[in-house]
Structure formats: structure tokens, C-alpha cells
């Protein structure tokens, strides 16, 4: 029999759980875009965007998902035949350099596996080693959702300091923000992109660039960009229209501004990070228990470069995805896939999953979740070491 009955938990790594606040607050008419409501809460949500990013710089909105902010990012400061260097530390790395390509840029990557963080002194040897400076961009993504994996943004921006680089720093946050400690201007970030559909608990279809303004004058000395790209406007319209580029996606703004609402009654952004690393701890204390008597591993052994957005596991080919299957059909919690860990003896990934934390989560659904994974490893005879639920419960008591 199933056990699923009732509401079902998408606990995937994105899109993530939508609050019934942000739903109810898109259930309306549709509004007047030319005055009116709409246009006079513009203001305060950049504000509001700005503050999640902790920035006092620039930001442009695009009807897009992820895809379409890394795009949107490159567009408004490479052409092509411009060089980059791309650290990669998962699927979500390479997806960006691939974007790169696309716009023409020339892409170095450094490589740091799937286990790892991007290493400074690597980064400050790959910058030193550009004498003539070629380089216009590092990009970097801040959490990998593929492996889990946090990048250290300050210390890749020290590198590029003490490389004495001028390249532009920029930061895919579309899984971290909201969710891991970010801090744009104090970590000396010139372009941070995110999106609506993880941390921010709003449907997929908006997409962020933050822009530093010493990214914004690479911009002004560009020969073109293209024109849905083009974030001048976008940042700082003198109509109604320009934020968007054309109409304007009335009811993710209503969502949006009903997540951003939540956010501030939390205590705002500092709360909401405190509650995801607080989840995380409870979450880690669960899966290291069970990995002390099976196959079960967290892909990243330190903690120190865990991401309190998401949690890749290890768990051995087929286990992975039957246990995702399981918790599915008999629970209603959907679990992600394993990302970017194909290899010869497992070419579907079926040995490892994902947990998403991230956004509208709270402690009573990290118990269901974990609860619902233990029940799958005892139905599928996975062995698995004792004292995880208690474990995940004493973090938990420690609030
Ligand atoms: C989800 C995600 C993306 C891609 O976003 P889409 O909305 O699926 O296009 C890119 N980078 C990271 C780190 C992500 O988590």
C-alpha cells in the first residue's frame, strides 16, 4: 500500500516547496501594468532584492529561469572571443562554461572534481599565469547543487586581489541564496546571478542579475549586447516597462513580494540563514549516522564546504533511484537525482540522490523526509547504521 495520501513533499533541489502565502498571493486578477499597484511596489522589492543579496549595487529581473540569468550575466560583458576562467566543482559549473561557449566566449576551465571546493592558490596561479591579462571573468558557482559542494567566495576573490587581477568576479547563486551566508558587496562580487524557483520559494520564471558598478562600466564599453539581455534599461528604467523589457510578470511579482514579506517577518535574511544551517545540521547528523553501517555517504566529507541549500549522497548503483522511486510512491517525498555522477559502471547516475533543503523548509519536514528515507533503506534491505532520526532529533532539540 501507499502512505502518500495527503499533500505530497517535493523535496528535490529545485524548484523547491512554494509557501501557500506566495500561491494565495498569485491567485488574484490580473493587474493594471501601466499604474497603479504593480508599478508602485517596484521600488521597494528591488530594495527588498538587494538586501537578500546584500548588495547596495545594481539589479535587473528577467522572465527566465536559471539558464536564462547565467545568459543574461555573460551577454552584458563578454564578446566574443573574450577569455574566461571557470572553476568547476559539479554539473552546474560546466553548464555555465557551456553557456559561455554559447556566447562566444573562450573558456579555461579548472577543474576540482566532485568532492572538493575550488582551491585559491590554484586560482591565483591560473591569474598570475595570464600576464598579459586576458582574462575578463572568473566564474564561479557559489553551491553546486550537482555535488552539494559550497564554495569559499571571499577567499576566490582574495586570490584574485593578491593575483592583482582585474577580471570581473562572477557568482552563479541560483541555488545559495536565501538559503547559504552571501554577501555580494562585502565579499567583492561584480555580478551575482539567481533565481525565483529555490531559496526565494517562487515559481520558476524570474531570474536576478546583481551587477556591481564596476561591471556596469565593462558594460558601457561594449559594443553591443543584445537586447532582452541588456540589463541598462532593466536597472534603471524610467518606465514601467523597461524592468522588464516588455510585460511585466505580474503574478511572480505578487508572489514575490509575498516571499520577500516572509523573509522580513522571519527576522530577515540572517533568521532565514540561521534556520537552513540549523536544518542542515540536524540533516548531516542523520545521513552520517546511517553511513556508519552501509553504502550510504554524504559526497562531501567537510562540513566546512557543505551547502545548507542541498545534500548529494552516495549510496551505490541501484540504490539511488530505487529508494527515490520508494519514497515517491509509498511517502510523497519526492527526492532529486543524482547530477553530473555518471560513470562506466553506473551511466544513469542510480547510485546517488539529493535531499533540497531549501527555502519554505522547516523542522517538522526535515523529520518527515529523513523518517521517510530510513523507511526506504528498511523496506529495500539497505543496511544502514543506527541512531540517524535520534540524532537528526537532538540537533533539532538544540534550537
Ligand atoms: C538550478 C540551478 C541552475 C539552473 O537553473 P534553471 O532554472 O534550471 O535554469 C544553475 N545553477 C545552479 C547552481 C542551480 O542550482
New binding site residues.
Given amino acids: 500500500m501507499s502512505l502518500s495520501f495527503g499533500r505530497s513533499y517535493l523535496a528535490i533541489?529545485?524548484p523547491s516547496v512554494m509557501p501557500d502565502r506566495v500561491l494565495r498571493a498569485m491567485h488574484r486578477p490580473g493587474p493594471n501594468i501601466y499604474e497603479g499597484e504593480l508599478v508602485a511596489m517596484m521600488p521597494d522589492l528591488i530594495d527588498d532584492l538587494r538586501a537578500i543579496a546584500r548588495t547596495r549595487q545594481n539589479v535587473a529581473i528577467y522572465i527566465a529561469?536559471?539558464?536564462?540569468a547565467?545568459e543574461a550575466a555573460l551577454s552584458n560583458v563578454l564578446a566574443p572571443g573574450d577569455a574566461v576562467l571557470s572553476l568547476c566543482t559539479g554539473r552546474?559549473g560546466h553548464?555555465?562554461s557551456e553557456m559561455a561557449e554559447a556566447v562566444g566566449a573562450q573558456v579555461r576551465i579548472e577543474e576540482f572534481g566532485l568532492r572538493a571546493p575550488v582551491d585559491p592558490d590554484r586560482v591565483e596561479a591560473a591569474l598570475r599565469a595570464d600576464t598579459d591579462q586576458r582574462l575578463r571573468a572568473v566564474l564561479l558557482?557559489h553551491?553546486?547543487?550537482s555535488t552539494s559542494i559550497r564554495n569559499d567566495v571571499a577567499a576566490v576573490r582574495a586570490a584574485m586581489d593578491a593575483a592583482g587581477h582585474p577580471a570581473l568576479l562572477m557568482v552563479?547563486c541560483?541555488?545559495s541564496m536565501g538559503c547559504d551566508r552571501f554577501e555580494m558587496d562585502r565579499w567583492g562580487v561584480d555580478i551575482a546571478v539567481a533565481?525565483s524557483?529555490?531559496g526565494l520559494m517562487v515559481p520558476?520564471g524570474l531570474a536576478f542579475v546583481f551587477f556591481s558598478d564596476k561591471a556596469a562600466r565593462v558594460r558601457a564599453d561594449m559594443a553591443r549586447v543584445t537586447r532582452y539581455w541588456d540589463w541598462t534599461d532593466r536597472a534603471n528604467p524610467e518606465l514601467f516597462y523597461q524592468y522588464f523589457g516588455g510585460t511585466a510578470p505580474t503574478h511572480h511579482l505578487y508572489g514575490l513580494r509575498e516571499a520577500l514579506n516572509m523573509i522580513a517577518e522571519e527576522g530577515g535574511i540572517e533568521a532565514v540563514w540561521s534556520r537552513h544551517a540549523h536544518l542542515a545540521r540536524a540533516i548531516w547528523a542523520a545521513f552520517e549516522c546511517w553511513s556508519e553501517g552501509g553504502p550510504l555517504t554524504l559526497n562531501v566529507s567537510d562540513p566546512a564546504h557543505r551547502s545548507c541549500a542541498v545534500t548529494a549522497l552516495r549510496i551505490g548503483a541501484p540504490h539511488g533511484t530505487a529508494l527515490r522511486r520508494w519514497t515517491e510512491d509509498k511517502t510523497g517525498v519526492t527526492l532529486g537525482i543524482g547530477l553530473g555522477m555518471q560513470s562506466a559502471d553506473d551511466p544513469k547516475a542510480d547510485g546517488f540522490f539529493r535531499l533540497g533543503h531549501m527555502g519554505h523548509l522547516n523542522a517538522p519536514m526535515v523529520m518527515g523526509a529523513l523518517s521517510s528515507i530510513q523507511s526506504g533503506l528498511i523496506a529495500l534491505g539497505v543496511p544502514h547504521g543506527a541512531g540517524a532520526l535520534d540524532a537528526a532529533a537532538q540537533v533539532i532539540s538544540e534550537a
Fill in positions: 533541489p529545485g529561469n536559471g539558464h536564462g547565467w552546474f553548464g555555465w558557482t553551491v553546486d547543487t552563479d541560483i541555488a533565481a524557483q529555490k520558476p
